[in-house]
């Protein structure tokens, strides 16, 4: 049963999984691994899932994993900014400059926020989740997430208008 379960699991929700960290990471191979890493995780404790929205819950596992590897590069000597390098992309050389263009715009923006005030924007008006998913996802109370999600729009709007 365990084996179905996280078959079922996987097939549903590894698109979510992977484009949430790749919103994180920025870098498709590095989100892979992640990935992986996560779904190994999942299953290893899939008994504690019991009773919890899947969805949700991979999503935070995931966080864990990405936030686990940032403090292993962290703590490493040789640690250099190529966890944030990109790879070429496959599409067309069009959707490829536009889509770049956006996402240049977009992190550009966010590197402005602290790490919570990130996380916050990619969960709620990135990936969609509601105040209560996303505020689970982050571990916080719903009314810190809101707090938190207000002050990042208030500084994505002040520098949008002195830019």
Not at 18 to 32: D, G, Q, T, V
Not at 93 to 111: C, F, I, T
Not at 127 to 146: C, N, P, R, T, V
Request: proline residues 2%; glycine residues 2%.
């Amino acid at each position: 049963m365990k084996t179905r379960s996280m078959d079922l699991l996987y097939r549903e929700y590894k698109n979510d999984v992977f484009r949430y960290l790749y919103s994180m990471c920025r870098n498709s191979h590095i989100a892979e691994d992640l990935m992986q890493e996560t779904f190994c995780r999942a299953l290893m404790h899939l008994h504690e899932a019991e009773g919890k929205r899947a969805k949700a819950w991979l999503l935070r596992v995931a966080h864990n994993a990405y936030i686990d590897l940032l403090r292993k590069e962290s703590r490493s000597s040789t640690y250099e900014n190529e966890f944030f390098h990109r790879y070429p992309s496959e599409d067309t050389p069009e959707k490829s400059v536009l889509g770049e263009e956006n996402r240049r715009e977009l992190y550009a923006q966010l590197s402005l926020l602290q790490p919570n005030q990130q996380h916050a924007v990619l969960l709620y008006d990135v990936h969609g989740f509601s105040y209560q998913e996303s505020a689970d996802l982050m571990g916080i109370s719903l009314s810190h997430f809101k707090i938190v999600l207000y002050r990042a729009r208030q500084k994505l709007r002040r520098s949008r208008e002195t830019a």
